[in-house]
């Protein structure tokens, strides 16, 4: 379904999706992109990514501050393994399980959940 999810960024480089489950139901969900009233451009004239783009984790945790949920114990299902930056979030959020698809080529994000004793499980090979 987080493959599925993806499809809905406008990023041409990467396309990215989340799911945040807790409970046997999807809490949360997010898709890399440009903040709510942007444009929905993620890349440049040189096909370099705005800086302002949102990872697909950052998208699904923020929109759960805006709500009644809360992440606490959740599992996040990822298109991609998550930079050091969303790891980051993932932690402070109380999801205690990751899950992802593809290995991006930087591990520092997963090496820091595993740090925090968060459960990190790989799909792929």
Known sequence: ?????AQNSYCQRRQVGALVVK???IISDGYNGTPSGFENVCEDD???T???VL???ANAITKLARSSNNSEGATIYITASPCIE???LIIQSGIKRVVYGEKYRLTDGVDL???AGIE???LGE
């Open 46 to 48: 040189n096909n370099v």
């Open 86 to 88: 969303c790891a980051k």
């Open 23 to 25: 409970n046997g139901m």
């Open 113 to 115: 959940l595993e740090r």
């Open 120 to 122: 990190v499980v790989y």
């Open 50 to 52: 705005k800086p302002y």
């Open 1 to 5: 379904m987080a493959r599925i999810w």
């Open 55 to 57: 990872h697909a984790e």
